[in-house]
Structure formats: structure tokens, C-alpha cells
């Protein structure tokens, strides 16, 4: 491999170098292996970076499972493209050979053909939605059908970029606005994905608005949430709209509760950075759906938020006090209760930032002033009982300290958590 590439580099300008990669390059198409079994993911490639689990893939980034894929494959091979598969399958040739893009092309073309016979009886067009799944099945065959049919188009512009990127700068964006434009008097369909597939390379997904502005020349949506435009602010509202959702279950541990705040996190910036790169009107057809969806997370957070008292009574061992002033010790929460209190106490800390960008700043700061109040209180009484008590007594009073201070700590009040550990070892001294 050594040799060949050494060869292949000074062909051009040696005529005995290109004279051995000639020799080289023949030997070594007929030792290699063909591809067999490796065909299928060879042409099946251009689908790889939409592929994924729909409960965890947020949908710009999102198109097919990998089960899609094998039926879409065995569809193929067993009906639609039998000679392009059994030919693949022998194929001699790596990947990047462009062997592979004519292959891709025709189960395009295959799939494509099988689409629009089944539109014409629609008795076809039922059994194709049931062999791949239901109603959305249509779309993500249509997708499939356009992504190998221009692969060829489509890799050589995705090549130019950034595999991941971190700030869409002004010359990047330039670039791919001209790259847009020369695809749309080609390839319209390639245009499209090249801008579909750079979302997935974002580290800010909402920033491709940048790019649509200078599309379409405008800082609006008035004109391009009506052109083809729209699919790409349609997948960034998808995505909006998947974080939103996935914010209805209470996290029950401090784990889950970390991934509902990345969520929030998520949506947030999602949310606050479409109206920050693009002009999102409010009666439009997409700040309709921002603004619900907002709405919507708005109302999950603040659910979550007004649990956090009920956690507090099964998972803070608060003590009470008797008609004489006595302390009467609370008996200690499960390890389960002491969880999800801790976790939900720790969501209420990481939404802090997102009160006003959210619309709960008031839910969270009357939750805060309850949660800050109860806990303040249960450790004032746990550090008189570690004073007063002995033996197993004390023991139980030190856990039940340690246990307010752990939820002080998840909720953000780390002060007062060393503060309380403090006077508990004092008034065990």
C-alpha cells in the first residue's frame, strides 16, 4: 500500500512512476477481496449520518433506524435492484471509488421508480407503508431515494467542511451560500441536503439560519418559511419541539435530573437562538410553533418544579416540634426518596438561568423561597437534636444533618450546606 501510494503521488509528473502505480493499481484490484457482504453499507453510506434512535436523536439529525436501512436493502436486493446488488456484492473496489456512487445512483433511481408506481394504486402504496412501518414510511423512502441518487453531488460539497463546527463564521457561511447556489441550478435536491446535512455538524444547529438569511436575502421569514428554505428551519423547530417533550417526566435521581437540565439547557438555546439569528414573527407559521412550543416547555418545567415541595416531605428528614417545645426527630426518608428529592432540588438550582428566557421566574422563586425556608429550618432543629441527644439518637440526628446538607448542596446553596456540617460537628464536640 506503501508502494502504490508512493507511485500514485509521483505519477503525474514521472512517467515510470505512473507506469508502476499502472502495474500496481492491477495487481491490486484483483488480490482484493470483493466487497460481499460489506456491499450494503458501501452504498447505503450517504444514509449513515441520518441514521440513529428517534428517542434520543433529536429529528434534524434524524431520517432513518437502522432496521430502515436493512429493509430498504433487502427490498433491493430481492426486488427492485437485483443486479446492482448481486454486482456490488462482487465489486472489487474500496468505498471511495466512484464505482460506488454509480451503484448509489441506481438504487436511487430503483427506489425512486418503486415510489411513484405505488402513488398510481393505492392498494401498492398501503402495502409499502406496511412493509416499512406506517405513514411516515413515504418520506423517509423519498429521502433515501434522493440521498443516493445525489450522493455524488452532495459528498463532494459536505467534503469542504468542518466535520464539527464550533461557530459558524461569515466565511464559512459565505461558502456554503455560494455552494447552495451553484447546487440549486444543478441539483436543487443536493442544495437542500448539503444545508439538512451541515446541521448535524453544528455545534449550535439554530446558527444555519445565518446561511438562510443570506439565501434568501432576507432577515425574516415572511418569504422563506414559503420556500424550499423552510425544511431547514422546519428541522431546527423539530428539534425545539424534541427537547420541549422530553421534558414532561420528573427526573427521580440526580442522574436523570442532570439529563433534564441539559434538556431544558437544550431548548433554551434552541429556542432563544432561532429568534436571535432570524427575524421569527409571531404571527408567521413558525413563531406560531415557537411560541406554542415554548408555551409547552414553560408548562412541563414548571410541573416539575411544583413537586419539589411534596419531594421535600418524604426525602428531608424534617423534625417538628411538640406542644412544649420538645424537638421531635423525623424518621430518616428512604435512600429512593432522598434521590429524587435530591434530583429534583438539583433541576430547580440548573433552571436558576433560564427563569426569564423560560417565563417561570415566578414559579422558581416561590419553589426557592420554600425549598430555602423548610431546609433552613430542619437543619437548625437537626443541629439542636446532634446537642442534645446520645447514643443512636445522636447517630440518627448526624444522618438526618448530613442528608439536609446533601439536598443544600443539590439545590445550589453549597454555603449554607458547609455552614450546617459545621455547627453539626460543633454540637457534637
Known amino acids: 500500500m506503501t508502494l502504490l501510494a508512493t507511485a500514485k503521488a509521483a505519477k503525474d509528473a514521472d512517467p515510470a512512476s505512473a507506469q508502476l502505480f499502472e502495474i500496481i493499481s492491477t495487481i491490486d484490484a484483483a488480490t482484493r477481496e470483493p466487497a460481499g457482504e460489506l456491499a450494503k453499507p458501501y452504498v447505503l453510506a450517504p444514509l449513515r449520518p441520518m441514521v440513529g434512535d428517534p428517542a434520543k436523536v433529536p429529528p434534524s439529525r434524524f431520517r432513518f433506524t437502522p432496521e430502515d436501512l436493512s429493509k430498504i436493502w433487502g427490498w433491493m436486493a430481492r426486488h427492485l435492484a437485483k443486479d446492482m446488488v448481486e454486482t456490488a456484492k462482487k465489486c472489487r473496489q474500496p468505498e471511495p471509488d466512484p464505482i460506488w456512487f454509480e451503484f448509489r ?43 443516493l441518487t445525489f450522493s455524488e453531488e452532495i459528498s463532494a460539497s459536505m467534503k469542504t467542511l468542518p466535520d464539527k463546527i464550533p461557530e459558524f463564521d461569515p466565511d464559512l457561511v459565505e461558502q456554503i451560500r455560494e455552494m447552495h447556489e451553484k447546487l440549486s441550478e444543478e441539483t436543487p435536491e443536493a442544495a437542500l441536503w448539503v444545508l439538512l446535512l451541515t446541521i448535524g455538524r453544528l455545534e449550535q444547529p439554530w ?28 428541522a431546527i423547530l423539530a428539534d425545539t419541539g424534541f427537547f420541549a417533550a422530553k421534558l414532561k417526566m420528573p427526573p427521580q435521581t440526580l442522574e436523570e435530573a442532570k439529563v433534564s437540565a441539559n434538556l431544558f439547557d437544550q431548548f433554551v438555546a434552541h429556542s432563544s437562538g432561532m429568534t436571535a439569528e432570524f427575524g421569527i414573527r409571531k404571527a408567521g407559521r413558525w413563531g406560531q410553533v415557537l411560541f406554542s412550543l415554548r408555551a409547552e416547555a414553560s408548562s412541563n418545567v414548571e410541573k416539575i418544579l411544583n413537586k419539589i415541595p411534596l419531594a421535600l416531605d418524604s426525602g428531608l428528614p424534617e423534625p417538628r416540634r411538640g406542644r412544649s417545645g420538645r424537638i421531635i426527630p423525623a424518621q430518616l426518608p428512604s435512600e429512593a426518596n432522598i434521590d429524587r428529592a435530591e434530583g429534583l432540588l ?18 422558581h422563586k416561590r419553589v426557592m423561597d420554600i425549598v430555602e425556608k423548610r431546609m433552613a429550618e430542619a437543619g437548625g432543629m437537626l443541629v439542636d437534636l446532634v446537642a442534645s441527644s446520645e447514643g443512636q439518637n445522636r447517630t440518627t440526628a448526624q444522618d438526618g ?27 457534637a464536640a
Open 346 to 363: 438539583y433541576f430547580l438550582n440548573r433552571c436558576r438561568e433560564h427563569t426569564n428566557a423560560a417565563a417561570i421566574a415566578s414559579s
Open 401 to 427: 444533618l448530613e442528608i439536609t446538607a446533601r439536598l443544600l448542596d443539590a439545590a445550589g446553596f453549597e454555603e449554607q450546606a458547609g455552614l450546617l456540617r459545621r455547627r453539626g460537628l460543633a454540637a
Open 105 to 147: 445512483r441506481t438504487a436511487g433511481k430503483s427506489l425512486t421508480d418503486a415510489i411513484q408506481a405505488a402513488e398510481r394504486v393505492p392498494k401498492d402504496m398501503t402495502a409499502l407503508l406496511k412493509r416499512f412501518g406506517g405513514g411516515e414510511a413515504k418520506g423517509m423512502l423519498v429521502d433515501a431515494a434522493s440521498l
Open 207 to 234: 446558527q444555519i439560519f445565518r446561511v438562510v438569511a443570506k439565501i434568501g436575502n432576507r432577515e425574516d421569514d415572511l418569504v422563506v418559511s414559503k420556500t424550499d428554505l423552510a425544511a431547514v428551519g422546519d
